[in-house]
Structures are given as C-alpha cells and as structure tokens.
T-cell receptor
Framework: KAGVTQTPRYLIKTRGQQVTLSCSPI?????VSWYQQTPGQGLQFLFE???????NKGNFPGRFSGRQFSNSRSEMNVSTLELGDSALYLC???????????FGPGTRLLVL | AQKVTQAQTEISVVEKEDVTLDCVYE???????LFWYKQPPSGELVFLIR??????QNEISGRYSWNFQKSTSSFNFTITASQVVDSAVYFC?????????????FGQGTRLTINP
C-alpha cells in the first residue's frame, strides 16, 4: 500500500498571502489529521476530518481551516500568513477507530 | 488535560551502547493509547509502537523494547546495541479520544545521536 502523500513538499510565501496544502491518505483510510511542528511549540494538533466532516479541532486561530473530499483527500488552508506560521505541517491518516495514525513526509512552509 | 513529558532533550551515546528514552504521561482517561514515533532528518514521523492502557505487557521487537508501567505513568523505550541509523528524534505520544475522534498529544521529543 502506498503511504500518506503530501504536496507540495516545500513552500515559500510572504506575509499576508494564503496557502493550501494537500494530503492524500493511505488507501482505505477515512480519517485525516493535521499537525503543525515548530521548534518552539513542538508538535501540535490542528484538526481531524472523517467522512468529510471535521471531528476535532485544536487551539489554532480561524486563519487555519481545512476540508476533506469524498475520496478522503484533505486540504488545509492558512490565510493571511504570519511569520510564526513557518513550520513543518504533517498530515496523518488512520483506519478504524483507535488504530494508529500514519504520517506523511510533511510540507515545510517558510513565511518571509 | 493530557500531557506527555520527555525530560531528556538530547542524548548522545557511542555505537553499541544501550540507551533508554523516558516518557511520562498524564491523563484522567481510563482508556488511552500510547505511541512512540521516530523522526529522521527527512521529517516524516515513523510509527514504532502502540500500546493500550489495558495492556501492560512489555514488548520487544529486535533491538527495541518498551516498558509500560501504569503505576508510574511511564512508557519508556530502550534501544539495545545502538547503531548510527538509530540517530533521530523520538517522540512519545498519548491519544485523546473524543467521541471517536483521535487527537495525539506529543512530548517535546528526545534527540538521539549515536556516534560511531
């Protein structure tokens, strides 16, 4: 089975712009979660989607949003980028309830 | 709130030494899952092990072993006869289940360097 894929792998944006990141889960997995990793805050949960519905949300401002499509692929969007949004954004997919989350390679976002 | 503490920020050992990474967690849930992930320089989190709160059996997988003790809320990870390829950042995580949705709470990670 192919693993979780994320595109693009690297992005450079400037403050005020918006960005969309994409995640394709492992085939058959219906849950997709997003995490932000920064040197200062570590790994933090952003949100989880299951069957096109957001099931859980972390403590992030409304500039961070996401969605999931009928094929379980997910996108996350960050509007009005700030310097502090520079991070590695990791996507993870999961099968049945309580199964393990498997992570993709991440998207490294640099905001200038 | 759930919390995971990895007190060791960095560990450096010489190849073939044994090394233990500590993980202490806090939760009010009676049912929870604990995980260890490895993050090599490429950035991807690689799943190593999952343990549920009802299973306190220790586990061994090759050179890796895990010691889960509910009495001390610890889930420690030992690498025996370490190798240079074990160099990475290791994360311990706790799952919080909210009405079927799973959120992982991570520790700050331990950067492990194995020197030849």
């Amino acid at each position: 089975k192919a693993g979780v894929t994320q595109t693009p792998r690297y992005l450079i944006k400037t403050r005020g712009q918006q960005v969309t990141l994409s995640c394709s889960p492992i085939s058959g997995h219906r849950s997709v979660s997003w995490y932000q990793q920064t040197p200062g805050q570590g790994l933090q949960f952003l949100f989880e989607y299951f069957s096109e519905t957001q099931r859980n949300k972390g403590n992030f401002p409304g500039r961070f949003s996401g969605r999931q499509f009928s094929n379980s692929r997910s996108e996350m969007n960050v509007s009005t980028l700030e310097l502090g949004d520079s991070a590695l954004y990791l996507c993870a997919s999961k099968g049945q309830v309580q199964e393990t989350q498997y992570f993709g390679p991440g998207t490294r976002l640099l905001v200038l | 709130a759930q919390k995971v503490t990895q007190a060791q920020t960095e560990i450096s050992v010489v190849e073939k030494e044994d090394v233990t990474l500590d993980c202490v967690y806090e939760t009010r849930d009676t049912t929870y899952y604990l995980f260890w992930y490895k993050q090599p320089p490429s950035g991807e989190l690689v799943f190593l092990i999952r343990r549920n709160s009802f299973d306190e059996q220790n586990e061994i997988s090759g050179r890796y072993s895990w010691n889960f003790q509910k009495s001390t809320s610890s889930f420690n990870f030992t690498i025996t006869a370490s190798q240079v390829v074990d160099s990475a950042v290791y994360f311990c995580a706790l799952s919080e289940d909210i009405q079927g949705a799973q959120k992982l709470v991570f520790g700050q990670g331990t950067r492990l360097t194995i020197n030849p």
